[in-house]
C-alpha cells in the first residue's frame, strides 16, 4: 500500500485526491489530505471566477469523472470578453468562444462552485481539517511533516506539496521565495445595491463575462460571477509600498479607499470611475511570483504541485489549470509506477522534468501578459506582445523561419495605437458634449 500525504485542500491538491481515487491503483493508495483550514465551511470567501481551459483544467475535471456536475455551474457564455483603454476604447468585444485551433472553449466557473464540485468528490474522512503544516522535517532518513499545533505525521512514500503560494513543502526543497511582482490593487465586488443607478451601465460593459481595461500601468476589471454580480480589480504596477499606504489611509472605510482610488484614475472615463464608486468590500492586496522556469531539486518521497511548484500572477488564467494538469500527470506517473512495478522516486522524478517543461511556458506566457497589460505604453505593447502568443497557439514562431522578416510586431503595434488614437479623439468630442471636464463628477454627486 503507498502512503501518499498531500499538503492543502486547495483546487490542485483536491484534484490530486480525486485522480488517485479514480485511477486503476485506487486500491494500492492510502490518501491523506492536510489542510489549515478549520473545517470544510470556515471559509467564507473563495474569491471570482476561474476559466478552465481545454489541455489542463478541463482534462483533468473529465478524467475525475465530474463533468457532469461542473456543467451544472459552467458558464460558457462567460466567454464574452471586452478588451479596453481608458478612454473605453473597445479594442476587441468576443461574444462566444472563437473555435480557432488551440483557442477552444474555456468555460467559465465560480472558484466557490469549482471547490465545491471537488470537496463533493473526495470522501470527507480522507482530509484532516485544521491542520496547519509548520515544516517538513528529516528524521531518521526519512520526511516527516510538523503541524503548528504540534503534532507529526509520517513517514510517507510521497508527500505532494499543494499548499498553494507560502507553501512549507516548498521550503525543504528550494530556499527561492515568491517575490513582488509589482502589480498591487484592490479587488472587491459590486452588486445592483451598491451600484444602484449605475447597474444598468456597469452590467452592460461587463455583460456575461469579462470587461479588462488597461493603460499606462493600470488596470480596471470585471468578471460576472454565477450570481449575476460582478467581481471588480483595480491593479497598477506600484511600488509595494502603495498597497501598505493604501491600508494605512483605508482603515476599513471603503470610502477613503475609493477616494485614493479615484485620485489615481482622475485620467479614466467617467464610466469606468463608476465601477470605483460602485465597488464594495475592498480589499488590497500585492501580487507576487515565482521565478518563470523555477524548478526544484529533487529529493526522494517528496514533491510540489500548482502555485506551490509554479506560483504566477493570475494575467494569462494559467494557474489553476497548470496545477490541475500537474495533478492529473502525476497521478499517470504514479499509476504507471505501480502497474509496471517500477521505482515510484524515478516515476516522480521524470514527472518533475516534464512539470517545469511545461509550467515555464505558462510563467512566460503569464509573464508577457503582466508586462504588456501593465507597460506604460498599454495596451498597445499588450496587443503586439499578443501577436506572438496567439501565433505560437497556432503553430507559429513570429521570432523564427520567415516570419522573422516581417514586422509583424511593429505592424499588430502601429494598428492598435491608430485605434488608440481615434479613441482619444472620440472622447473628447463625448465629453465636451456631456460637460463632464471637472475631476470626479460621478463622486461629487453622491
Ligand atoms: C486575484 C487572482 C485571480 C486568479 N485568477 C485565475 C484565473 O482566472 N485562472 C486561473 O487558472 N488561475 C487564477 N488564479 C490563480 C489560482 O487561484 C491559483 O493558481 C490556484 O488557486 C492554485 O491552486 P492550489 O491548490 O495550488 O493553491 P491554493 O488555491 O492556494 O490552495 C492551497 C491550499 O493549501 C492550504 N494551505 C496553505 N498553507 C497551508 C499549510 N501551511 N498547511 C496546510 N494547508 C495549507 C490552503 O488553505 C489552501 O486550501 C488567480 C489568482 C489570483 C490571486
Given at each position: 500500500m503507498l502512503n501518499i500525504a498531500i499538503t492543502g485542500g486547495g483546487p490542485v491538491g483536491l484534484t490530486l485526491a480525486r485522480l488517485l481515487l479514480q485511477s486503476s491503483t485506487s486500491t494500492s493508495v492510502n490518501i491523506t489530505i492536510y489542510e489549515?483550514?478549520?473545517?470544510?465551511?470556515?471559509?467564507t470567501s473563495f474569491g471570482g471566477t476561474l476559466d478552465l481551459h481545454p489541455e489542463t483544467g478541463l482534462a483533468a475535471i473529465k478524467q475525475m469523472n465530474v463533468w457532469d456536475e461542473f456543467l451544472k455551474y459552467a458558464?460558457?457564455?462567460?466567454?464574452?470578453l471586452r478588451i479596453c483603454d481608458l478612454n473605453g476604447t473597445v479594442y476587441v468585444h468576443q461574444t462566444e468562444a472563437p473555435q480557432l485551433k488551440g483557442f477552444q472553449a474555456r468555460p467559465e466557473i465560480d472558484r466557490v462552485r469549482l471547490m465545491q464540485v471537488l470537496l463533493e468528490s473526495v470522501p470527507n474522512e480522507l482530509i484532516r481539517w485544521g491542520k496547519a503544516l509548520k515544516e517538513v522535517v528529516r528524521e531518521d532518513d526519512q520526511w516527516k511533516l510538523k503541524f503548528d499545533d504540534g503534532s507529526v505525521a509520517g513517514p510517507f512514500d510521497l508527500i505532494v506539496g499543494?499548499?498553494?503560494?507560502?507553501?512549507?513543502?516548498?521550503k525543504a526543497l528550494t530556499d527561492v521565495e515568491p517575490s513582488y511582482a509589482g502589480i498591487c490593487g484592490v479587488a472587491g465586488s459590486i452588486d445592483k445595491e451598491s451600484a444602484g443607478d449605475t447597474w444598468d451601465l456597469i452590467s452592460g460593459m461587463v455583460g456575461k463575462g469579462s470587461n479588462f481595461c488597461f493603460s499606462y500601468g493600470q488596470s480596471m476589471m470585471a468578471q460576472r460571477l454565477g450570481d449575476g454580480n460582478l467581481k471588480c480589480s483595480f491593479y497598477a504596477q506600484r511600488e509595494r509600498g502603495w498597497v501598505d499606504d493604501l491600508k494605512a489611509n483605508h482603515t476599513g472605510d471603503d470610502d477613503a479607499l475609493k477616494r485614493i482610488l479615484l485620485e489615481n484614475y482622475q485620467e479614466w472615463d467617467n464610466d469606468f470611475k463608476q465601477w470605483i464608486v460602485a465597488a464594495k468590500e475592498l480589499w488590497s492586496a500585492p501580487l507576487f511570483e515565482l521565478p518563470v522556469g523555477q524548478r526544484f531539486d529533487h529529493k526522494g518521497e517528496i514533491t510540489l504541485i500548482g502555485d506551490a511548484a509554479h506560483l504566477m500572477t493570475?494575467?494569462?488564467?494559467?494557474g489553476v489549470n497548470a496545477g490541475m494538469r500537474d495533478a492529473l500527470d502525476l497521478v499517470g506517473a504514479i499509476e504507471k509506477s505501480v502497474t509496471e512495478k517500477t521505482d515510484l522516486d524515478l516515476a516522480v522524478q521524470a514527472w518533475e522534468e516534464s512539470m517545469f517543461e511545461r509550467s515555464a511556458v505558462f510563467m512566460a506566457d503569464t509573464m508577457v501578459n503582466k508586462l504588456g497589460m501593465f507597460a506604460q505604453d498599454a495596451p498597445y505593447s499588450f496587443f503586439a506582445a499578443m501577436i506572438g502568443v496567439f501565433a505560437r497557439a497556432n503553430g507559429y514562431d513570429v521570432k523564427q523561419g520567415w516570419m522573422s522578416w516581417l514586422p509583424v510586431t511593429k505592424t499588430a503595434y502601429a494598428f492598435v495605437w491608430a485605434i488608440g488614437t481615434c479613441g482619444v479623439v472620440r472622447r473628447h468630442v463625448i465629453d465636451i458634449f456631456r460637460g463632464q471636464q471637472q475631476r470626479f463628477p460621478v463622486w461629487d454627486k453622491r
Open positions: 489549515k483550514d478549520a473545517s470544510r465551511t470556515s471559509r458558464r460558457f457564455e462567460g466567454e464574452e499543494a499548499d498553494g503560494a507560502w507553501s512549507k513543502v516548498r493570475p494575467f494569462a488564467g494559467e
